[in-house]
């Protein structure tokens, strides 16, 4: 019992030692004993310390930004072109091209010697179309046709000096030849759709004719030399008065001119009128569909009827 009590006795006191030992050395010294070591410098001492200042622009990264909240996402790269890519076109601009005024119906004159009544591929050309296309700005519509009747052929029509139907082997050199003779084409040249562009205006048109002067400038149609042709300041394209309107040009003025694809047509009065416009041909079996559909359902209806006839309502 006494041994108990003396080791019970051991161990508080060495408990309370220990406890002591530990507050004296967490204890700052006081001011009547030794001064506490300074370890900054005296200079700066007498500086107050700068907070941080809660307006720092937060670190940048590779990964992103470090933020008040944490990182953020780093914000995405913007490249900005300096101009708008430009697509070259299938068939390439001819440019500067004197092109004079020509008109279906146009009567032979000196510097026109062949009349427009017929053309290279139509010889009811004026009959097909609806009658004279009066070049007279006077006798036009706000849409660049004439005003005494609606055109039945597209009044947006040039004219290029080839005709591939006299000149059968250079024809089958031209870009779209196979595939305009598998459709059944008689002429693969017959209103193939073309650009023609003065200042900054650009008209459609369909080939509709030949010249002038000439009918077998290949070279110069679909090869890229000079027109052939010396008159007229060597002129290299017919234009119709529809054309001429749209541009605002007059006869001799130099435009560029290009093929093109149907792709490449927009919208424009050039798509509005004409039994031999592309677009137009290509609505009418559509509407042919259509008109076949609705026949068909007003017969079964008419039959259904007639049997509803039939039946005796019980009195």
Known sequence: MQVKLTVSILMTSIAFWGSAVTTEAQTPAKASGKPA????????SKAPTKPASSTAKPAATSKGATGAI????PLPRVYAPTRPREVAPKYPWRRNIAATIFWIGETPTENNPTPNHASSWDMNWQLNYGGFDDPNKDNRTWDFRPKNFTPGLNPFYIALPFNDITNPEIAKLIPWYKERKAAGAKSVCQSVWVAVRFGNKTCFAQWEDCGPFTTSDHKYVFEGKPPANKENNGAGLDVSPAVRDFLGISSGALCDWRFCDESEVPDGPWKRYGKNNTFLNKEQPDNEALRKQYEELVRKREEWL??????????
């Open 37 to 44: 070591a300074i370890t900054a410098k005296s200079s700066d």
């Open 70 to 73: 944490g990182p953020t996402a």
């Open 306 to 315: 007639k049997k509803q006839a039939t039946i005796r309502v019980p009195q």
